[in-house]
């Protein structure tokens, strides 16, 4: 059963548009939230975070939106880049008990120039 | 300052060998968690280290893994006899506390066969 999902396996955007990437939870016990970024051959790499008290937070290019009641979070890429091209994965924790990250399946995302 | 370093980065072995995966954490992180992501699904935890001590190993498979993180140091993961289904990437993560963001090596790349 999972409980982190990304629905979309791929997303191609222009460069220069804006990049949408959607990931749905569903267990209301997770209060830490997370986007990584992953390149072939490569680990993930941190991107952006945000915490259940928050519905925003914004480094730069990068925002994540989060709406606790639908139990979804987004992150969007403003303006989207051709180096941004790579497989994204949200991911989830709870800040009591155990701190391991419940990830989701990854959006490849291309950004076409 | 160093990252996360994994070795080796590819292992190919036969179904019923051994193999032992090893993990350098960031320099100072007690905490060290264990993932895998097979055949381009979700990454999932395996276990988590806060210094020598295993905190959560929920995520094990069976007792055919075995981790170990003596003087909470590396960590090596040991798959013993491996299996066909055993095959993934296997990451290793670490963070200084354990709410804080867990930083990916590049992982090991397995093959069974």
């Known amino acids: 059963d999972q409980q982190v999902k990304q629905n979309s396996p791929s997303l191609s955007v222009q460069e220069g548009r804006i990049s949408i990437l959607n990931c749905d939870y569903t267990?209301?016990?997770?209060?830490?939230f997370l986007w990584y970024k992953k390149y072939p051959a490569e680990g993930p790499t941190f991107l952006i975070s945000i915490s259940s008290i928050k519905d925003k937070n914004e480094d730069g290019r990068f925002t994540v939106f989060l709406n606790k009641s639908a139990k979804h979070l987004s992150l969007h890429i403003v303006p989207s880049q051709p180096g941004d091209s790579a497989v994204y994965f949200c991911a989830a924790s709870m800040a009591s008990g155990t701190y391991k990250y419940i990830f989701g399946t990854g959006t490849r995302l291309k950004v076409l120039a | 300052e160093a990252g996360v370093t994994q070795f080796p980065s590819h292992s190919v072995i036969e179904k019923g060998q051994t193999v032992t995966l090893r993990c350098d954490p960031i320099s100072g992180h007690d905490n060290l968690y264990w993932y895998r992501r097979v055949m381009g699904k979700e990454i999932k935890f395996l276990l988590h280290?806060?210094?020598?001590?295993?905190?959560?190993e929920s995520g094990m498979p069976n007792n055919r893994f075995l981790a170990e993180r003596t003087g909470g140091t590396y960590s090596t993961l040991k798959v013993q006899p491996a299996e066909l289904e055993d095959s993934g990437v296997y990451f290793c993560?670490?963070?200084?506390?354990?709410?804080?963001?867990?930083?990916f090596g590049p992982g090991t790349r397995l093959l069974v066969l």
């Open positions: 267990n209301s016990m997770f209060d830490y």
């Open positions: 993560a670490s963070s200084q506390g354990p709410l804080e963001t867990q930083y």
């Open positions: 280290f806060v210094k020598e001590s295993k905190q959560d």
